[in-house]
């Protein structure tokens, strides 16, 4: 739980422990810094992240322990992965993205 009286976000929820307790600064797998937290949902924390190598800015995802089933996980892959391949590839906004 956080150091504040005041419970985050998903500190409300029921079985917020399994949640990371991600703080900002914070450097994931040598790559990404955390600049600020995005959202929540029930079983996952959205990050606004920084490529430390090419500083660029990224969302990560970062699942809650245990509180999604691996192929939920799989089914959202693959639908990520689909949409990576379909749409205008001159639509203005495919820029912004480099991939899912």
Do not use: Q
Not at 51 to 58: Q, R
């Amino acid at each position: 739980m956080s150091s504040s009286a005041n419970p985050f976000e998903e500190e409300r929820e029921m079985g917020f422990e399994k949640f990371y307790p991600m703080t900002l600064g914070e450097v994931i797998n040598e790559k990404y810094k955390v600049v600020a937290k995005l959202g929540f949902g029930s079983a996952s924390t959205i990050w606004c992240c920084r490529n430390l190598a090419t500083n660029k800015y990224a969302a990560l995802k970062i699942y809650a322990h245990d509180l999604v089933a691996e192929d939920e996980i799989d089914n959202e892959t693959a639908i990520y992965k689909h949409l990576s391949t379909v749409g205008n590839p001159n639509h203005p906004g495919k820029a912004s993205r480099s991939s899912f």
